[in-house]
Protein backbone atom coordinates (compact mmCIF):
# COMPACT_ATOMS: atom_id res chain seq x y z
CA UNK A 1 0.00 0.00 0.00
CA UNK A 2 1.17 3.42 -0.58
CA UNK A 3 1.43 5.39 2.36
CA UNK A 4 1.22 9.16 0.25
CA UNK A 5 -1.90 11.11 -1.42
CA UNK A 6 -2.06 13.80 -3.50
CA UNK A 7 1.08 15.54 -1.07
CA UNK A 8 -0.13 14.86 1.57
CA UNK A 9 -0.75 12.39 4.25
CA UNK A 10 -3.22 9.49 4.35
CA UNK A 11 -6.51 10.14 6.22
CA UNK A 12 -7.25 6.94 8.24
CA UNK A 13 -10.13 6.13 10.06
CA UNK A 14 -9.30 4.96 13.06
CA UNK A 15 -12.10 1.72 13.66
CA UNK A 16 -14.03 3.75 10.94
CA UNK A 17 -15.59 7.31 12.06
CA UNK A 18 -16.15 6.95 16.14
CA UNK A 19 -17.48 10.39 16.11
CA UNK A 20 -20.02 9.18 13.69
CA UNK A 21 -21.23 5.70 14.46
CA UNK A 22 -19.92 3.20 16.92
CA UNK A 23 -16.39 2.06 16.72
CA UNK A 24 -15.38 -1.48 14.42
CA UNK A 25 -18.85 -1.83 12.62
CA UNK A 26 -19.91 -1.26 8.89
CA UNK A 27 -21.40 1.89 9.94
CA UNK A 28 -18.71 3.25 10.93
CA UNK A 29 -16.68 2.50 8.23
CA UNK A 30 -19.08 3.92 6.00
CA UNK A 31 -18.92 7.35 7.88
CA UNK A 32 -15.37 7.53 7.63
CA UNK A 33 -15.76 7.07 3.37
CA UNK A 34 -18.37 9.69 3.52
CA UNK A 35 -16.27 11.81 5.46
CA UNK A 36 -13.46 11.36 3.40
CA UNK A 37 -11.27 8.48 4.55
CA UNK A 38 -8.63 7.69 2.64
CA UNK A 39 -8.57 4.05 4.61
CA UNK A 40 -10.14 2.39 7.44
CA UNK A 41 -8.56 1.22 10.17
CA UNK A 42 -9.76 -1.84 12.81
CA UNK A 43 -8.80 -4.38 15.11
CA UNK A 44 -8.97 -8.10 14.42
CA UNK A 45 -8.68 -10.14 17.35
CA UNK A 46 -9.51 -14.23 18.26
CA UNK A 47 -11.89 -16.08 15.42
CA UNK A 48 -11.24 -13.08 12.84
CA UNK A 49 -13.67 -11.14 14.40
CA UNK A 50 -13.28 -7.17 14.30
CA UNK A 51 -12.81 -5.56 18.03
CA UNK A 52 -10.37 -4.59 19.95
CA UNK A 53 -10.69 -6.86 22.60
CA UNK A 54 -12.85 -10.31 23.89
CA UNK A 55 -14.00 -7.73 26.45
CA UNK A 56 -15.29 -5.23 24.09
CA UNK A 57 -17.34 -8.06 21.72
CA UNK A 58 -20.50 -6.16 19.85
CA UNK A 59 -24.07 -7.92 19.86
CA UNK A 60 -23.16 -8.73 16.58
CA UNK A 61 -19.71 -9.05 15.93
CA UNK A 62 -18.41 -8.38 12.31
CA UNK A 63 -16.32 -10.72 10.87
CA UNK A 64 -12.86 -10.00 8.80
CA UNK A 65 -13.87 -11.44 5.62
CA UNK A 66 -17.24 -8.71 5.69
CA UNK A 67 -15.35 -5.76 6.86
CA UNK A 68 -12.99 -6.56 3.71
CA UNK A 69 -16.05 -7.24 1.43
CA UNK A 70 -16.85 -3.35 2.37
CA UNK A 71 -13.45 -2.17 1.71
CA UNK A 72 -13.22 -4.05 -0.99
CA UNK A 73 -15.99 -2.74 -2.73
CA UNK A 74 -15.70 0.85 -1.16
CA UNK A 75 -12.28 1.46 -3.19
CA UNK A 76 -10.16 2.87 0.73
CA UNK A 77 -7.31 1.05 1.75
CA UNK A 78 -7.38 -0.22 4.96
CA UNK A 79 -5.03 -1.30 8.24
CA UNK A 80 -5.91 -3.92 10.06
CA UNK A 81 -3.94 -3.98 13.45
CA UNK A 82 -3.62 -7.51 15.09
CA UNK A 83 -4.83 -7.92 18.54
CA UNK A 84 -4.32 -11.48 18.98
CA UNK A 85 -1.21 -13.60 17.98
CA UNK A 86 -1.88 -16.83 16.33
CA UNK A 87 -3.82 -15.32 13.33
CA UNK A 88 -1.33 -13.82 11.03
CA UNK A 89 -1.45 -16.57 8.28
CA UNK A 90 -5.33 -16.48 8.48
CA UNK A 91 -5.30 -12.24 7.84
CA UNK A 92 -3.07 -12.60 5.06
CA UNK A 93 -4.65 -15.50 3.42
CA UNK A 94 -7.99 -13.29 3.33
CA UNK A 95 -6.50 -9.67 2.24
CA UNK A 96 -5.16 -11.86 -0.47
CA UNK A 97 -8.92 -13.53 -1.50
CA UNK A 98 -10.23 -10.13 -1.07
CA UNK A 99 -7.66 -8.74 -3.75
CA UNK A 100 -6.31 -5.97 -1.33
CA UNK A 101 -2.51 -6.34 -1.26
CA UNK A 102 -2.09 -3.43 -2.29
CA UNK A 103 -4.74 -1.38 -1.05
CA UNK A 104 -3.70 -2.93 2.40
CA UNK A 105 -1.51 -2.49 5.10
CA UNK A 106 -1.11 -4.70 9.09
CA UNK A 107 -0.04 -3.23 12.01
CA UNK A 108 1.05 -5.04 15.01
CA UNK A 109 3.29 -4.35 18.65
CA UNK A 110 4.16 -7.83 17.94
CA UNK A 111 7.47 -7.90 15.64
CA UNK A 112 7.31 -11.77 15.79
CA UNK A 113 3.66 -11.45 14.68
CA UNK A 114 5.21 -9.59 11.98
CA UNK A 115 7.49 -11.81 10.98
CA UNK A 116 5.45 -14.81 11.17
CA UNK A 117 3.26 -12.20 8.55
CA UNK A 118 6.14 -11.77 6.53
CA UNK A 119 6.83 -15.34 6.00
CA UNK A 120 2.83 -16.08 5.08
CA UNK A 121 2.46 -13.16 2.66
CA UNK A 122 6.34 -11.64 1.62
CA UNK A 123 4.09 -8.74 -0.50
CA UNK A 124 1.53 -7.57 2.23
CA UNK A 125 3.09 -4.35 4.39
CA UNK A 126 3.95 -4.54 7.58
CA UNK A 127 3.97 -1.92 10.26
CA UNK A 128 4.95 -2.22 13.78
CA UNK A 129 3.17 -0.51 16.41
CA UNK A 130 4.57 1.63 19.66
CA UNK A 131 3.94 1.91 22.28
CA UNK A 132 1.27 -1.20 22.78
CA UNK A 133 -2.08 0.28 22.77
CA UNK A 134 -3.38 -2.33 25.60
CA UNK A 135 -4.46 0.32 28.29
CA UNK A 136 -6.06 2.15 25.26
CA UNK A 137 -3.77 5.30 25.44
CA UNK A 138 -5.14 6.40 22.66
CA UNK A 139 -8.35 7.10 24.32
CA UNK A 140 -6.94 10.26 26.57
CA UNK A 141 -5.26 13.22 25.93
CA UNK A 142 -1.67 12.24 25.76
CA UNK A 143 0.55 13.76 27.34
CA UNK A 144 -1.26 14.91 29.92
CA UNK A 145 0.91 16.76 33.31
CA UNK A 146 1.27 13.42 34.62
CA UNK A 147 2.94 12.01 31.47
CA UNK A 148 4.40 15.18 29.72
CA UNK A 149 7.67 14.29 30.75
CA UNK A 150 7.84 10.71 30.09
CA UNK A 151 6.37 11.54 26.78
CA UNK A 152 8.82 13.90 25.98
CA UNK A 153 12.18 11.38 27.17
CA UNK A 154 10.06 8.45 25.00
CA UNK A 155 10.26 11.28 22.13
CA UNK A 156 13.59 11.99 22.53
CA UNK A 157 14.89 7.99 22.30
CA UNK A 158 12.33 7.10 19.37
CA UNK A 159 14.88 8.19 16.70
CA UNK A 160 17.12 5.32 18.42
CA UNK A 161 14.63 2.87 18.52
CA UNK A 162 13.53 3.17 15.05
CA UNK A 163 15.68 1.15 12.88
CA UNK A 164 15.50 -1.71 16.39
CA UNK A 165 11.96 -1.53 15.73
CA UNK A 166 11.49 -1.88 12.28
CA UNK A 167 14.43 -4.50 11.61
CA UNK A 168 13.20 -6.53 14.16
CA UNK A 169 9.83 -6.95 12.90
CA UNK A 170 10.84 -6.84 9.14
CA UNK A 171 8.42 -3.93 8.90
CA UNK A 172 7.90 -1.60 6.43
CA UNK A 173 6.32 1.54 8.01
CA UNK A 174 5.78 2.34 12.13
CA UNK A 175 2.42 2.96 13.51
CA UNK A 176 3.51 5.70 16.13
CA UNK A 177 1.52 7.70 18.65
CA UNK A 178 1.39 10.75 17.63
CA UNK A 179 2.87 12.06 20.81
CA UNK A 180 6.64 10.23 20.14
CA UNK A 181 6.58 12.04 16.64
CA UNK A 182 9.39 14.19 15.90
CA UNK A 183 10.90 14.80 12.74
CA UNK A 184 14.20 13.01 13.30
CA UNK A 185 11.98 9.96 13.86
CA UNK A 186 10.39 10.21 10.63
CA UNK A 187 14.07 11.28 9.10
CA UNK A 188 15.17 7.95 10.72
CA UNK A 189 12.39 5.68 9.52
CA UNK A 190 12.66 7.07 6.08
CA UNK A 191 17.09 6.64 6.04
CA UNK A 192 15.47 2.65 5.96
CA UNK A 193 13.05 2.96 3.09
CA UNK A 194 9.86 3.04 6.54
CA UNK A 195 6.95 5.40 6.62
CA UNK A 196 5.82 7.10 9.68
CA UNK A 197 2.01 6.42 10.26
CA UNK A 198 0.61 8.30 13.92
CA UNK A 199 -2.25 7.81 15.63
CA UNK A 200 -4.76 8.36 16.96
CA UNK A 201 -5.57 12.46 16.88
CA UNK A 202 -7.87 14.57 16.38
CA UNK A 203 -6.81 18.02 17.38
CA UNK A 204 -6.95 19.90 14.12
CA UNK A 205 -3.50 22.09 14.88
CA UNK A 206 -1.75 18.81 15.77
CA UNK A 207 -2.50 17.34 12.32
CA UNK A 208 -1.59 19.69 10.52
CA UNK A 209 2.09 19.88 12.59
CA UNK A 210 3.00 16.16 12.06
CA UNK A 211 1.88 16.76 8.35
CA UNK A 212 4.23 19.12 8.38
CA UNK A 213 6.89 16.30 9.99
CA UNK A 214 6.75 14.55 7.25
CA UNK A 215 4.46 11.74 8.36
CA UNK A 216 2.54 8.95 5.33
CA UNK A 217 -0.39 9.06 7.40
CA UNK A 218 -2.31 9.87 10.24
CA UNK A 219 -5.04 7.99 12.22
CA UNK A 220 -7.79 9.81 13.27
CA UNK A 221 -11.80 9.19 14.95
CA UNK A 222 -12.17 12.07 12.67
CA UNK A 223 -11.79 11.51 9.37
CA UNK A 224 -13.93 14.51 8.00
CA UNK A 225 -12.28 17.49 10.53
CA UNK A 226 -8.25 15.56 9.52
CA UNK A 227 -9.45 16.25 6.12
CA UNK A 228 -10.67 19.70 6.67
CA UNK A 229 -7.11 20.47 8.92
CA UNK A 230 -5.32 19.10 5.40
CA UNK A 231 -6.12 21.31 3.19
CA UNK A 232 -5.34 23.84 4.74
CA UNK A 233 -1.63 23.54 4.29
CA UNK A 234 -2.20 23.73 0.16
CA UNK A 235 -5.28 26.02 0.23
CA UNK A 236 -6.39 26.37 -3.70
Same mark, same amino acid.
Given at each position: ? !????E????? =???? *??????PE?T??S?A????A *??????? @?V???? &????S????P??????????D???E?? &?G????? !? /?? *? =???????? &?? /??????????S?? +???? %??????A???? %??????????? #? &? +? /??????????? +?AA??? +??M?? #??? $? %? $?????A?????????V???????????????????????A??????R???A? =??? @??? *? !????????????
Amino acid at each position: M !KLAHEGRPLV =IGHR *GAPVLAPENTLESFAAAVAA *GADAVEF @DVGAGL &VVTHSERELPERPLALDDALDFVAESG &VGVLVDL !K /RP *G =IERDVAES &VR /RHGLLERAFVSST +SAAA %LRRLAAAEPDL %LRSISYPNDRY #R &V +S /RFAWPRPLTAG +SAAALR +SAMPF #RVP $L %L $LAAARAGALTLHHALVSQAAVRAARARGAAVVAWTVDDPARIVALARLGVAG =IVT @DDP *G !KAREALATLNPS
